[in-house]
T-cell receptor
């Protein structure tokens, strides 16, 4: 089945810094989602982005489906950005496949 | 926010007892999923449903059963709980294939 790899696995940032998280997938997909799991365990939808670029405040995402990767950009990071970021890909006729996540810690 | 309610949110039980977790949705979505999350393993799919009475296994289905008798409810049952089933369980819903996936708040289960 399709493989999803996220990098880096762990990331520590000083508040105010920018970061880029990457999601690579091994086969073509219909859709891709980014989620943030906050320190309280809630899984929050960030982006639903099969291709192209979307922006939501300080966060933006770009998916290049033909090259099988997606990037999540976090600008001017804040402590509330801490948590685990998951990408999940939709192969089309099976449930979503999740990456193992990137754990982000933003230090004040 | 997607209308997903999981119950109970927290449960402590003993080995060998049956446990049922409930996922209730108000979105009339066709697809419903049960995941478990454990340290070092990310999110793993247990079972999913693609309609009333239509269910299928995920990657970690052993020891679990599910039922979906109506669109809004998806039940996860541990017939005889074991300590290895201590985990956080998440329900998720999706309207159609290719649609956006939404998660519930999670249910923390501890099996002593």
């Amino acid at each position: 089945g399709i493989q999803v790899e996220q990098s880096p696995p762990d990331l520590i940032l000083q508040e105010g810094a920018n970061s880029t998280l990457r999601c690579n997938f091994s086969d073509s997909v219909n859709n891709l989602q980014w989620f943030h799991q906050n320190p309280w365990g809630q899984l929050i939808n960030l982006f639903y982005i099969p291709s192209g670029t979307k922006q939501n405040g300080r966060l933006s995402a770009t998916t290049v489906a033909t090259e099988r990767y997606s990037l999540l950009y976090i600008s001017s990071s804040q402590t509330t950005d801490s948590g685990v970021y998951f990408c999940a890909v939709d192969p089309g006729n099976t449930p979503l496949v999740f990456g193992k996540g990137t754990r982000l810690s933003v230090i004040a | 926010d997607a209308g997903i309610t999981q119950s109970p949110r927290h449960k402590v039980t003993e080995t060998g007892t049956p446990v049922t977790l409930r996922c209730h949705q108000t979105e009339n979505h066709r697809y419903m999923y049960w995941y478990r999350q454990d340290p070092g393993h990310g999110l793993r799919l247990i079972h999913y449903s693609y309609g009333v009475k239509d269910t299928d296994k995920g990657e970690v289905s052993d020891g679990y059963s599910v039922s979906r008798s109506k669109t809004e409810d998806f039940l996860l049952t541990l017939e005889s709980a074991t300590s290895s089933q201590t985990s956080v369980y998440f329900c998720a819903i999706r309207g159609d294939l290719g649609g956006e996936l939404f998660f519930g708040e999670g249910s923390r289960l501890t099996v002593l």
